[in-house]
């Protein structure tokens, strides 16, 4: 309690109160008030090391010792309003569940330079425009035609 | 095709179908009790020996009847214990379906000959030390033969199992699946496992053309289409090569089937060595609809068997008619369907004034020409008749147009002076099947192997049987059976008219002396002359005589027996010159540069193919395929397309835009459905009415032509087929036939 | 019989409908076999079609400018009354 209130002080000190507020906002402690998820994982952040960043800007923390076995690993997502599971990429996925212990750093040197895709978070529900319809489905917008004949045109050169 | 029948009788348990008790009488009975230990005079009356069971009567593989030639001349045989009367001559294995037993095989082909390779027919004969391949064995009078019993069993198994073990796994990826000899027979006799463990053989796989698609290691060699090519298609393009497991059925050069009648050794094939490439991989054959119709790309009226799954047409395999074209089609007709997926006219359209097409509503268009056609007299419209139009169309054409005053209704292809007076001027008499009865062929200007694929298979069929004789006057073509060479032009005609030419004593001395004269020659100034040299010819054969009429012309086109039948003849043989109104139903060969520039085109077709391009509205109607149509072939022989797949986009059929232009114009025409054209048909060509049905003619142009002054002009006959595989819209439009045409037309 | 040789000038199209062995058409087949030679030669513009089929009854039908037709039955007509009916028809 009385660290937090040293940090935030010290923090003041250094960048001018108005950057410090607009650090926070930028943090997430604003939607803190709203998010109870996200206070819990700051609260928890207290006392964890951060063990690494991926390219999305999520942080993956870490707390051994006294804490209860299930909650020494979390993620804590770059985007503070709409996050889902989905967003965590495949290489940290495995350290996150406590399926291995090698971070996503040390897994993403294994990701296959030639035809490994770039990750995508589920974008199920998310609007029309990413969720993917094939080519005849009455969604997508570039329906093709799928008549089974094709009818005439008439070549280019007009003749009378 | 599957032995569905015979893997159901198979599988049924014998004993079943043996013994009918005869009925009981008495309906109620107390439990336990019976009426024999009711009463005594009761059981005594049963106590008689049941008759001897009597076997069920047996009726012939699927239908068919049995022909005997001379009655005192049949033999009686033993079929699994059933007399069985057949004639002489006959193989043990046809003995065996007249008894209703229908007995698997390979290579055995009631049209082929035998070559008996395949084993998998063997029977067992009584009295034989082995089982007998019954494909090959005439029958004798009192034979004993068993199908049944565990020797023929164990045989079938053992050469099933013996095929199957260089059989490759294919199945799932094979074409035939669903429709493969081999699958049902090992269904129907092999046994359940095999015994196999060595490495399978497998064989590379021919070229054979853009339309026969090769994968030999399943072939089971049994020579089917060797024969096939040999026989019936006259070119001896494939042969067996090599010696036991190594044979291989091939061309051995780098050769093409170039035959029109290649792709029949796709259904010939019992195993899917040989299939249809355009076909393959789009469809098993348990997902297709059959429809059966007729084939509309020449003038004989194949039957064919339209299969197609939802709204489109993806294969055409033939219908078995014995008097026209047996089992065969030509390539054209098997191939052709994939034009109707092209270039078809879906919407109604008017040229607009900068020349461009726009579509527009049937309700316009048809206001259009309707506001028209009224303003030019009736002398200037003329309607002209397609190749591929039905006899329903071309009677509600002829009718609209007489009505709007017009006199001048013409046919395609049939020349500016048609003579459609005596029937027997413009059909085979003899008739496609009557053919065979001929012995000496004279054929003038025409080329059958082009024009009509399956009157040429006719052809080789009786040569090759009786050596008939063949005498051939036109441009020089090779033909698939021995011909003479007579001449080119109308002097040759000319000499045997006079009698100076020395095929003239052949034709004399034949029994059944056959003219065939093509339709190419209708188009020809002196048509008039040439004909009547060629009557004279017949009278001095004596071709024409009341049992046999000889007189043949072979039609080129779909549409002109029956267009003729109904009388499109025009009035002023160069109407189209003067014209002011054309109406085109489907007509698009005809001379474009003889429609004057300001004359109004109307073209009602189903294809954007040449016409189009001149019109100057666009009617869309539907294919063959599309539409129920009366077609008359070139024997007179009435036949009926039925629909297979819906029409494309908004066209209609032929005839009903026919009848909606003639109310629109104000002449509607008196019937409004196909009853009614039919019942319009009875007063104007009663024969187009009655379906598979071939009217004989009475009165021969021999003796009832009058006498012309044309001079024969000395120009030489032509082709009247430049290209067998693009005649019409339809076959210009398809992919396969450009293909076909690239590579397989001999240069 | 001068007015056989004027039939363009009213028919546009003449039809004889019969059956090829039934008695009935007779009289019409022989008509046909008899007459239609010289028809033709005086007519040689005129279609005159001949049409037999199994069942039919002798019919003669002409057809006029407009499409107008008429027909009458020839069951039982003599060669005379025949000559008599196509006159009529080509009067008008």
Not at chain 1, 124 to 151: C, F, M, V
Not at chain 2, 266 to 274: R, Y
Request: hydrophobic share 35%.
């Amino acid at each position: 309690m009385a660290a937090i209130l040293r940090g935030a002080l010290k923090g003041i000190k250094e960048k001018g109160l108005g950057n410090f507020l607009r650090d926070l906002k930028e943090e997430g402690y604003l939607k803190c008030l709203a998010d109870g998820n996200l206070l819990q994982t700051k609260l928890h952040n207290i006392g964890a090391t951060l063990v690494g960043v991926d390219k999305f800007g999520n942080k993956y923390y870490e707390r051994l010792g006294e804490t209860q076995h299930g909650r020494h690993r979390w993620v804590e997502y770059a985007e503070k309003g709409r996050y889902n599971a989905s967003q965590v990429p495949a290489e940290w996925h495995g350290w996150l569940h406590h399926i291995t212990d090698h971070t996503g750093d040390e897994l993403l040197m294994l990701k296959p330079k030639r035809y490994g895709a770039e990750h995508r978070e589920n974008l199920s529900g998310e609007g029309e425009a990413y969720i993917y319809h094939s080519k005849g489905h009455a969604l997508n917008p570039g329906q093709r035609d799928w008549t089974r004949y094709k009818s005439w045109e008439p070549a280019k050169t007009d003749s009378q | 095709m599957g032995l569905g029948l015979l893997a159901s009788r198979a599988l049924r348990p014998a004993a079943s179908r043996l013994l009918r008790y005869p009925p009981r009488h008495g309906l109620a009975r107390a439990i336990g009790s019976t009426p024999e230990r009711q009463s005594p005079e009761a059981s005594a009356a049963q106590a008689q020996p049941d008759p001897a069971p009597e076997l069920p009567p047996r009726k012939p593989v699927a239908g068919a009847r049995v022909h005997l030639p001379n009655p005192e001349d049949a033999i009686e045989v033993f079929v699994d214990g059933y007399p069985v009367k057949i004639p002489k001559g006959m193989t043990v294995l046809q003995a065996c379906e007249v008894a209703g037993v229908d007995i698997p095989r390979f290579c055995y082909h009631n049209r082929l000959s035998i070559a008996g390779n395949c084993r998998m027919c063997l029977v067992e004969v009584e009295k034989s030390p082995k089982p007998v391949a019954s494909c090959a064995m005439p029958a004798l009078p009192g034979m004993k033969i068993k199908t049944d019993t565990p020797i023929a069993k164990k045989a079938r198994e053992g050469v099933m199992e013996f095929l199957l073990m260089n059989h490759p796994l294919d199945c799932p990826i094979c074409d035939q699946g669903g429709e493969c000899d081999l699958q049902d027979q090992s269904m129907a006799f092999g046994s359940d496992r095999g015994r196999f463990t060595e490495v399978k053989r497998s064989v590379v796989d021919k070229n054979l053309g853009p339309l026969v698609k090769t994968v030999m290691t399943r072939c089971i060699q049994c020579t089917r289409c060797v024969r096939f090519a040999t026989e019936i298609a006259g070119v001896q393009d494939l042969g067996v090569l090599g010696r036991g497991s190594g044979e291989e059925i091939g061309t051995y050069v780098e050769k093409l089937m170039t035959s029109e009648l290649s792709g029949n050794v796709i259904d010939i094939c019992p195993v899917g060595a040989l299939t249809s490439k355009p076909f393959a991989f789009k469809a098993r054959n348990w997902e297709l609809k059959g429809t059966e119709t007729i084939d509309v790309t020449d003038a004989v009226g194949s039957n064919i068997r339209i299969d197609s799954r939802g709204p489109e047409v993806l294969r055409i395999l033939p219908r078995l008619n014995e008097d026209i074209n047996e089992e065969w089609i030509s390539d054209k007709t098997r191939f052709c369907y994939d034009g109707l997926k092209r270039q078809r006219l879906n919407d109604p359209m008017i040229r607009g004034a900068d020349g461009r097409f726009q579509a527009v509503s049937w309700h316009d268009a048809l206001a259009m020409v309707g506001e028209v056609i009224h303003k030019v007299g009736p002398e200037e419209i003329v309607g002209v008749a397609g190749k591929l139009s039905d006899a329903e169309s071309m009677m509600a054409l002829k009718d609209f147009l007489n009505r709007m005053g017009s006199n001048n209704v013409m046919c395609e292809g049939n020349g500016k002076h048609p003579n459609a007076d005596l029937r027997s001027g413009y059909i085979m008499n003899t008739g496609i099947a009557g053919l065979e009865k001929a012995d000496v062929f004279l054929l003038v200007g025409t080329q059958p192997r082009v024009e009509a694929a399956m009157v040429n298979a006719r052809i080789r069929k009786t040569v090759r049987a009786t050596h008939a004789k063949v005498g051939y006057i036109g441009p020089p073509t090779d033909s698939n059976y021995d011909h003479e060479h007579l001449g080119t032009g109308p002097q040759t005609l000319t000499e045997l008219a006079e009698g100076r030419h020395p095929f003239c004593s052949t034709l004399k001395n034949a029994k059944n002396p056959a003219i065939i004269v093509g339709a190419g020659l209708f188009e020809r100034e002196d048509s008039d002359a040439i004909f009547s040299a060629i009557e004279t010819i017949a009278k001095n054969g004596n071709v024409v005589r009341p049992d046999w009429n000889g007189y043949n012309v072979l039609l080129l086109h779909a549409a002109q027996a029956a267009a003729l039948d109904l009388g499109l003849v025009p009035q002023s043989p160069d109407s189209i010159k003067s014209a002011k109104f054309v109406y085109l139903m489907g007509a698009d060969d005809i001379n474009l540069k003889d429609i004057p520039d300001d004359a109004f085109v109307v073209y009602q077709g189903h294809h954007g193919d040449q016409s189009v391009y001149r019109a100057n509205v666009i009617l869309p109607a539907s294919a063959f395929s599309e539409k129920e149509g009366t077609y008359e072939n070139t024997e007179g022989c009435i036949q009926q397309t039925l629909p297979a797949v819906p029409t494309v986009g908004d066209a209609r059929d032929d005839w009903k835009i026919v009848r909606a232009l003639s109310e629109v114009a104000g002449v509607q025409l008196p019937y409004d459905s196909v009853g009614g054209i039919r019942s319009r048909i009875w007063t104007v060509a009663p024969n187009l009415v009655s379906v598979d049905e071939r009217e004989p003619t009475t009165f021969s142009t021999t003796t009832m032509r009058p006498n012309t002054n044309q001079k024969i002009s000395p120009n030489d006959f032509g082709m009247a087929v430049e290209n067998f595989y693009m005649t019409d819209a339809i076959t210009r439009a398809s992919k396969i036939m450009a293909q076909c045409s690239a590579m397989l037309l001999k240069k | 019989m001068a007015w056989r040789g004027q039939l363009t000038k009213n028919l546009r199209e003449l039809r004889f409908l019969f059956c090829q062995s039934s008695p009935a058409s007779s009289s019409a087949r022989s008509f046909v076999e008899n007459n239609y030679k010289e028809l033709k030669t005086l007519n040689p513009k005129l279609p005159i079609l001949i049409r037999e089929c199994r069942g039919t009854e002798p019919q003669l039908w002409v057809r006029y400018d407009f499409g107008v037709e008429k027909g009458i039955r020839l069951e039982g007509l003599s060669e005379e009354q025949i000559f008599k009916a196509l006159k009529e028809f080509a009067k008008l």
